[in-house]
C-alpha cells in the first residue's frame, strides 16, 4: 500500500518514497528523479548513465525530491554517444513536472535546452521556454527548415506543479499539459544535435524561476493513454474524507493536491 492513502498502485507502478510511479517502459534515454537528497550530481535513473551536475536548490517535488531554479541556477546533462533524439525525423517524447514561481517578465526565460548553440542547425531539439508577456510555454524542435519550429502552450498558474509532455510523432508535434492535449502542430522533418542538455538557466536566456521534477525522455512518440499513465500515479492526492480510498484518478473521496511545497 503506498501513498497518503494507503492504496496498492495499478498494474505497471510501484511505490517509490511514497508515491505510485510508473515503471520504466520501453525506449527510455534518459530519467531523472532529482532524487539524490543533496551535492551537485544528476544521476539518470534509466540506467544509460547520462548524469550530469546542478547548481539548483533540492526541494521536495512532486515525487522525492525535485529542483528550484532562481533564474541562474542551471542543471547540465553533458552529451555522450546515444544523448541524442529526434534527427533523421525519428520520433522521440518528452515528459516533466513543471512549477513556474514568477510570472511574466518581459523577458523570455529558459526551462530546458538541447544544444550546442542557441539556433544552429538541430540546436532547438528540443527547448522550452515562458513567454515573456504571458503564461505560455513555447516548445521548440529543429527541422531541416528552421532552428526552431515553435508553438504556444497555455495552462500554467503560478505556484501549481503541472505535468507537461511533448510527443514528436512522424510530422506531428503535440503538447499535452496534465494528460489532456493543449496544442499540436505539422513539423517538418525533425535533426538532432550532439549537444549538452542545460535545465534552467543557459549560456543564451536567463533560466525560469520555478521548479522541475520528474523527467524524462524517449525514443518513441508515447501513445496518449501512456502520456495520461505517467500523469494519474504521480499527482499528489490528499483524503479529503475519512474514507478516502486514493487510487491514483482523483476518485473516491480524494483531490489532487498541486500546492507548491
Known amino acids: 500500500h503506498c501513498g497518503v492513502c494507503g492504496s496498492p498502485c495499478g498494474a505497471g507502478s510501484s511505490c517509490r518514497q511514497g508515491a ?19 551535492g551537485t550530481e544528476v544521476r539518470d535513473a534509466s540506467g544509460n548513465g547520462f548524469h550530469g551536475t546542478t547548481s539548483a536548490a533540492r526541494i ?10 532562481d533564474g541562474i541556477t542551471r542543471a547540465t546533462i553533458p552529451y555522450r554517444p546515444g544523448f541524442t533524439w529526434g534527427n533523421a525525423n525519428r520520433d522521440f517524447s518528452i515528459t516533466y ?37 504571458h503564461m505560455y510555454l513555447l516548445p521548440s524542435v529543429s527541422t531541416t527548415a528552421s532552428c526552431g519550429e515553435s508553438m504556444q502552450v497555455w495552462g500554467f498558474n503560478l505556484g ?42 543557459d549560456p543564451w536566456y536567463r ?18 493513454e501512456e502520456v495520461r ?19 491514483g484518478d482523483l476518485r473516491n473521496g480524494c483531490e489532487a493536491d498541486l500546492r507548491s511545497s
Open 160 to 201: 501549481e506543479w503541472v505535468h507537461t509532455a511533448h510527443v514528436k510523432e512522424g510530422f506531428r508535434h503535440r503538447v499535452y499539459v496534465n494528460g489532456e492535449l493543449h496544442a499540436e502542430q505539422p513539423l517538418n522533418p525533425t535533426v538532432g544535435n550532439r549537444g549538452p542538455l542545460y535545465l534552467g538557466d
Open 20 to 38: 505510485c510511479v510508473r515503471d520504466a517502459s520501453p525506449g527510455l534515454i534518459a530519467h531523472y528523479p532529482f532524487d539524490e537528497g543533496g
Open 207 to 224: 533560466g525560469f524561476r520555478g521548479a522541475l521534477d520528474e523527467f524524462r525522455v524517449w525514443d518513441r512518440a508515447l501513445r496518449p
Open 60 to 69: 521536495e517535488g512532486v515525487v522525492g525530491g525535485g529542483l528550484r531554479f
Open 97 to 133: 513536472w513543471i512549477r513556474v514561481d514568477e510570472g511574466p517578465t518581459g523577458e523570455w526565460r529558459n526551462v530546458f535546452h538541447k544544444g550546442l548553440e542557441n539556433c544552429g542547425n538541430g540546436d532547438r531539439t528540443s527547448a522550452a521556454w515562458l513567454y515573456p508577456q
Open 229 to 247: 499513465a505517467e500523469v494519474r500515479p504521480r499527482l499528489p492526492l490528499r483524503c479529503v474524507a475519512a474514507t478516502g480510498d486514493c487510487d
